[in-house]
């Protein structure tokens, strides 16, 4: 099953908890984002989802974003002022009457190496993967990769795309283990 969802401005919670990423190792920032389901396998809006975005809201985006390093001149691995990330995340899904979507979570936790530019991250290994952890409720056995995905133009600053690929099919607003 692949779940594709976009963050909606504002953002609920998007702060520095102990100074600004990336001010120094050790730092960390709490996020919280709402989130719209723009595709979910071959159904996209209009063609298997609803048309309007308020019929899509599909839950939340949340987590924790923790400064693992700072790469320095003297830093032989990584080039100087670049940044090791330690990302920890939670999608919160409601389930979306009309389509196949659940109720449940799906954590995910991953490692993001990139640089901070105008207060935004920059990836310097694109894209952004995130290893699936687990999950509860219609996503317990989930496992799997979730993927940043370009944003498409036209959309407001810090909108973010994400692609969710589980091993899973749907049937009947079920969910399926494959393998």
């Given at each position: ?66 400064t693992l ?70 996503y317990s ?39």
């Amino acid at each position: 099953m692949q779940i594709v969802v976009k963050t909606l401005s504002p953002d609920p919670i998007s702060k520095p908890v102990q100074g600004p990423p990336p001010s120094g190792e050790g730092k960390w920032f709490v996020f919280s984002k709402n989130l719209a389901l723009e595709r979910l396998d071959n159904n996209t809006p209009g063609d298997g989802l609803p048309l309007n975005q308020q019929q899509r809201l599909s839950g939340s985006y949340s987590g924790i974003v923790t400064t693992l390093r700072v790469a320095t001149a003297t830093d032989f691995l990584h080039h100087s002022g670049s940044c090791l990330f330690q990302y920890e995340a939670i999608y919160r899904f409601n389930a979306v009457q009309g389509t196949p979507l659940q109720q449940g979570q799906i954590t995910a936790h991953g490692v993001f190496y990139g640089a901070v530019v105008n207060n935004q991250f920059q990836p310097l290994e694109p894209p952004n993967t995130l290893a699936i952890t687990g999950g509860t409720a219609a996503y317990s056995t989930a496992r799997g990769q979730i993927t940043q995905q370009p944003t498409p133009p036209n959309q407001p600053t810090g909108t973010e795309v994400w692609l969710l690929d589980l091993p899973v099919t749907v049937t009947d607003f079920g969910l399926r283990l494959v393998g």
